[in-house]
């Protein structure tokens, strides 16, 4: 099986891309990326660690629950989780990140590259409050390119399809998965304890 081993190989196997490929990015918010932001309720961020280790995490909220601050910094709230706190620890020793916004419903994506910081800080952290909970950090992102993606993939994958959209019952849930792969214990109490944090511990 032949390998890619350089850039010249690469760029000799995809050819050069169009000058409105190159163009298209951005080192500010537009009205467009703006708007596009306010209307996502759903972002993947991407970090890594020293070592190069790679670390995707899904984000979501309300659609705006990422604050554009001005034209090139963004405020993400770090809502509950798991607490491995993956990405965060990440971006302590790498600040750098790759973002990707989804709008349900349109098939072209924005990506936002740059570098980040977790901050505390009281008056960012409180205009972020739901139901009088305010996150306990967030994550400031300074863009450095931005730019919308082609709707290729999800045409391809026809994402928004409700009509393409898994039968509940066809996989297990997450409690029952988690429970036979890591062994003694209870597939009922773990989907009761996953249901609970559902239903309590999203914010």
Partial sequence: MDTIESPEQLRELYGEPSERAVKKQLARFDRHCRNFIALSPFLVIASSDPSGRCDASPKGDTPGFVRVLDDTTLLIPDRLGN????????????????LIFFVPGINETLRVNGRARVT??????????VNGKVPRSAIVVAAEEIYFHCGKALIRSDLW?????????????????????VGGMD??????????SYRTRLY
């Fill in 161 to 181: 399809n409700p009509e393409k959209h898994v039968v509940r019952g066809v996989f297990p849930p997450l409690g029952r998965v988690i429970a036979e792969q």
């Fill in 120 to 129: 505390t800080d009281p008056n960012l952290l409180e205009p972020l409050a």
């Fill in 187 to 196: 597939p009922d109490e773990a989907e009761r304890q996953t249901t609970e």
């Fill in 83 to 98: 607490n491995r706190i993956d990405t965060l620890g990440n971006l302590l020793a790498c600040p750098g990140v790759g």
